[in-house]
């Protein structure tokens, strides 16, 4: 029989780092994360006589961050992912899904050096006011820290 392993997502944690190393928690914000992992296809780089040989694809990757506006101001979600905005470098990502290991003992988390294009806000009259983005690879790829402590 396959073992299983369930994650209840309640206590998950998600971070941004700018260029100052400066941490800003967006976990009070957030309402879902959803991290995109793909490969591209193998090429065939050379022909033999009768084999070919293939280089394994590259690695791309997609964060996409949705949750609650929450005001504006230096201290929240909305504006200090405006200051991300566009930024030519330094922008970093980490996502704990059991939150981190400080916290509620997870063992799990990724991270990522990323490029914040844009970002949606809504506010729908007589409804909650909502933040989205999505975080493209910069630099580097998408990691996965096993035991990692966030500190």
């Not at 009070?28 to 090429?43: K, L, Q």
């Not at 990757?61 to 101001?73: E, F, N, P």
Request: aromatic share 8%.
């Amino acid at each position: 029989m396959a073992n299983a392993c369930h994650l209840n997502c309640q206590f998950a944690a998600v971070r941004l780092f700018d260029i100052a190393g400066t941490c800003f928690l967006l976990s009070p914000h957030v309402n879902n994360v959803d991290i995109s992992y793909s490969g591209d296809d193998c090429e065939t780089t050379a022909f033999g006589d009768d084999t070919h040989l293939n280089l394994a694809g590259l690695k791309n990757y997609s964060i996409t961050v949705s949750g609650w506006w929450a005001g504006s101001g230096g201290g929240a979600a909305a504006s200090k992912v405006f200051e991300m905005i566009g930024a030519s470098q330094g922008t970093e990502i980490g996502v704990a899904p059991g939150g981190s290991k400080n916290e509620r003992g997870a063992s799990l988390c990724y991270g990522a050096c990323v490029n914040i294009s844009s970002m949606d806000m809504g506010f729908p009259v007589d409804n909650i006011a909502t933040l989205n983005f999505t975080a493209t690879p910069r630099a580097g790829s998408l990691s996965a820290c096993m035991g990692a402590s966030w500190g």
